[in-house]
C-alpha cells in the first residue's frame, strides 16, 4: 500500500513538472512570435538611423536582433533551465555554473547564426539562383556540424572520456559486431555536474561517430539495462536514422528556402538600395523561421517517434531482454521525471520520442506503437 502510494505521488510530481515545462515553453513561443513581430514593423526604421551600409548594416541589424531576443527572453530561460530544475531536485548546477553554460551557449549560436545570415547575404547580392546555392550550402554545413558535434561542440559544455569498464565494453563490442557496426569509441559523458537527468546518445558521422553514456545513467541502471540502452542506440544505427534525418532535412530545407525565394527574389543584386531593402526583411524571415518551424514540428516529430519505435524494438530483438527493456525505462523516465501518460496533444505537438506507456507496452506486447 505504502509503494502503490509512493508510486502515486512520484506520477503526480512528474505531472507537475511536465505541465509547468509545457505552459513555460508554450509562452516562450508566443513571446517569440510577438517579438519578432514587433521587430518586423521596427526594422525599415532601425536600418534608416543606422549609418551604415551593406555588411556593417546588415551585422548591426542582425547583432541588435540576435541581443535583443536573448534579452527579452531570458526570463524562460531562467524559469525553465534553471529555476524549474532546482525546484524539482533535478539540477547540480550553481546559478553561476548555469550562467556561464548558458553564456556560452548563446554565444556559440550567435556565431553559427551569424555565419549562416551573412552566407545567406552574401549569395543573395552576388549569386545567380542564390536559393539553390543556400540550399546547397546549408546541407554541407549540417553534414559539417554532425560531424565535428561530438570532438568540438560538445566538449565545451560537457566533458566525456572513453568507457573504461571493460565487462561493459567487451558486452558492447559483442552488440555492435552484431550488425558490422564501426564506431570511434564508447564514452562517458560527464552530465552529473549539472544535472540528475539521464541520458545516451548515437552522435557524430564517419570518423567522429561514437556513442555516449551520460554517467547519470551508468550510475542508476544495472548491466543489463544500459545494455539495452546502448542496443537502442545501435538501432539508430542499423535502420541509418541518421541518413534518413539527413535526408528529411533536405526536404523541410527546399520547402523553408522556397520561402525565403518569395520573401527576398525581388531584392537580390548588389545595388545599395536594394541591399538596404534586402537587410530591412532579416526580422520577417526570423518570423518565417520560426511559424514554420512551429508549423511542421508535430510531423518532424512523428517521424523522430518512429525512429525511435523503431530503435526500441531493435534493441529488444538484439538483446532479447524485454524485462531490462521495462526496468530502465521506468528507471530513466523516474530519474527524468517524465510523465508515464501525456495527452495524445502534448506528444503530437512536443514529444519526439514515444511515451514511457507506449514503450513499455510495445515490450511487453512485442506491438510497434508510437
Avoid at 104 to 125: D, Q
Avoid at 138 to 164: D, H, N, R
Avoid at 233 to 242: K, M
Avoid at 302 to 329: G, K, V, W
Wanted: with cysteine; hydrophobic share 45%; glycine share 4%.
Amino acid at each position: 500500500m505504502q509503494q502503490m502510494q509512493q508510486n502515486d505521488n512520484n506520477t503526480q510530481r512528474a505531472k507537475d513538472y511536465q505541465k509547468q515545462q509545457l505552459k513555460l515553453n508554450l509562452l516562450e513561443e508566443i513571446c517569440t512570435l510577438l517579438f519578432l513581430i514587433i521587430w518586423v514593423k521596427i526594422s525599415p526604421y532601425f536600418v534608416d538611423k543606422i549609418p551604415l551600409q551593406g555588411y556593417w548594416l546588415l551585422i548591426a541589424l542582425a547583432g541588435a536582433l540576435y541581443i535583443s531576443y536573448q534579452l527579452a527572453l531570458f526570463i524562460f530561460d531562467y524559469l525553465a533551465g534553471y529555476q524549474l530544475e532546482h525546484k524539482y531536485q533535478l539540477s547540480n548546477e550553481t546559478f553561476s555554473a548555469w550562467l556561464w553554460r548558458h553564456t556560452k551557449m548563446i554565444i556559440l549560436s550567435g556565431v553559427f547564426l551569424g555565419i549562416l545570415v551573412i552566407l545567406l547575404y552574401t549569395a543573395l547580392w552576388h549569386l545567380k539562383y542564390w536559393y539553390l546555392w543556400c540550399w546547397a550550402g546549408w546541407m554541407i554545413f549540417t553534414v559539417l556540424i554532425a560531424q565535428i558535434f561530438p570532438v568540438i561542440i560538445l566538449p565545451i559544455f560537457y566533458k566525456s572520456t572513453p568507457l573504461e569498464n571493460e565487462t561493459l565494453l567487451n558486452r558492447f563490442r559483442e552488440l555492435a559486431k552484431t550488425i558490422g557496426m564501426n564506431i570511434e569509441g564508447i564514452y562517458s559523458l560527464e552530465l552529473s555536474k549539472s544535472t540528475k537527468k539521464a541520458n545516451a546518445m548515437l552522435t557524430g558521422l564517419g570518423s567522429t561517430r561514437r556513442v555516449l553514456l551520460g554517467d547519470t545513467l551508468l550510475d542508476n541502471l544495472s548491466q543489463k539495462e544500459i545494455e539495452v540502452v546502448f542496443a537502442h542506440e545501435l538501432g539508430h544505427h542499423a535502420h541509418r536514422h541518421s541518413f534518413k534525418l539527413l535526408t528529411l532535412n533536405a526536404v523541410i530545407s527546399i520547402i523553408l528556402f522556397s520561402l525565403f525565394y518569395l520573401i527576398l527574389s525581388q531584392y537580390a543584386g548588389s545595388d545599395p538600395q536594394t541591399m538596404k531593402i534586402s537587410i530591412q526583411q532579416l526580422p520577417l524571415i526570423a518570423l518565417v523561421m520560426s511559424i514554420f518551424s512551429f508549423l511542421s514540428r508535430p510531423a518532424i516529430n512523428a517521424i523522430s517517434r518512429y525512429f525511435e519505435n523503431q530503435s526500441d524494438r531493435f534493441a529488444l530483438e538484439l538483446t532479447n531482454n524485454s524485462d531490462a527493456f521495462i526496468t530502465a525505462f521506468e528507471k530513466l523516465a523516474d530519474q527524468n521525471l517524465a510523465d508515464p501518460d501525456p495527452s495524445t496533444l502534448v506528444v503530437w505537438m512536443y514529444y519526439d520520442h514515444p511515451p514511457i506507456r507506449d514503450r513499455i507496452a510495445m515490450a511487453k506486447s512485442g506491438k510497434s506503437q508510437i
